[in-house]
C-alpha cells in the first residue's frame, strides 16, 4: 500500500521540461515520501528461465476491471517493449508509468533484438545483451522478454498472457506500417503513456556528434588511444595541441582574473583613501577658518592684546579731589627711644655723623612711593 501511494505521488509531479537542467519549476511542491525500503536484491527474471504459467485458459481482464483492482493472486499483465538503447530516465519514467497504470500490475518488458533493430531502426551504441542487462536492473520492471517481436502478434500475447500493452499515444510508423500498434489500439488492449520531453536516445548521440571534438579530447586525457577512438596521427597531435592551447588560454584567463580582483581591491582602497583625504581636508579647512578666519580665534586674540597694551602704557589721571603734598598736614615729629638727653637741633639729612634721626609719616611716604 504504501509502495502504491509513493508511486501515485511520483505521477503526480510534473515532468521537467528542456532546459530545466534538472531542476524543479519554481512554485513546484512536493509532498514528503513515507521512510521505507523498497530495493530489490536480485534483477529481473528473464521470461524463458521462469516456470511454466498453469494450465488454466489464459483470460484477459477489462480495462474497468484492471481499474478496480483485481485479486493478488491475478495481476494485470502490462507488456511495454522497445529498443531502450543508452537507457535513460525517460525511459525509466515511461516503465513507471506503465508499471503504475493499474492497482496490481505485472510489467513485462519486451526488448528487441540487434538483427531486429539494426533492421528496421538503426545501429545501436549498446548491444542487445547490454540493453538486456540495463532492463534487468530497472526497479519497475518484474520479468523480461529477450528478441522481442517487431511487431505483435496474437501467438505472442497469448503466450505471455498479456492484458495490456503501454505505449506512449503517438502513432509508431515501421516496418511498412502507419503504426504498429493500430491493431493493439482496435482490440482495446492499448494504455497510453506520457513522453518525457528533452530527453531521449536520439537527443544523446546528436550531444556526442556536436561536440565530437571535446568527446574525444576528453577521452584522450583519461588514457584511450588514438587507435581505440578511431582518431589519426594527425588529429590526435592536433588534439594534443588544442590542449596545451586550452591550458594556457585557462592560465592567461586566471591572471586575468587575478588581475582584475588586485584592481578593484586597489581601486577600492584608492577610494577609501580619497574619501578620508577629503574628510581630513573638510576638517583642517574648518580648523584653519576658525583661527585665522574674518571671525576667527586670531583676531579676537589680537584685539585684546591690543587693547591691554594700550591700557598698560597710557597714564592714569590723578582723582581731582584729591590733596596736594603741601596742603597735607605736617606728620608728628618723635624720636627715637635710645635718646634720653636733650640733643642739639637736627642737622640736614645730608650732615654725617649726627646722632638722631627725625622720622616723619611725610618719609615714609615718601620711601613707599620710590
Known sequence: MEAQSSSTLLLSRKRRRDGSNGEAEE?????KIPRCTVGLRHPVPFADELEPADSKAYKRVSMEEAKRGTPPERPVRVYADGIFDLFHSGHARA???????????HLIVGVCSDDLTHKYKGFTVMNED???????HCRYVDEVVRNAPWTLTPEFLAKHRIDFVAHDDIPYSSAGSDDVYKHI????????TQRTEGISTSDIITRIVRDYDVYVRRNLQRGYTAKELNVSFIN???????????KVKKK?????EKSKEFVQKVEEKSIDLIQKWEEKSREFIGNFLQMFGPEGALKHMLKEGRGRMLQAISPRQSPSSSPTREERSPSPTFRLPFFSKTSPPPSPPHHS??????ISEDDDDEDDEN
Open 252 to 256: 592567461v584567463r586566471d591572471v586575468e
Open 185 to 192: 489500439k482496435e482490440a482495446g488492449m492499448f494504455a497510453p
Open 95 to 105: 516503465l513507471m508509468q506503465a508499471k503504475c497504470l493499474f492497482p496490481n500490475t
Open 130 to 136: 547490454e540493453r538486456y542487462d540495463a532492463i534487468r
Open 353 to 358: 655723623g649726627a646722632r638722631g634721626y627725625l
Open 236 to 246: 590526435e597531435k592536433k588534439y594534443h595541441l588544442q590542449e596545451r592551447v586550452d
Open 27 to 31: 512554485g513546484e511542491r512536493f509532498g
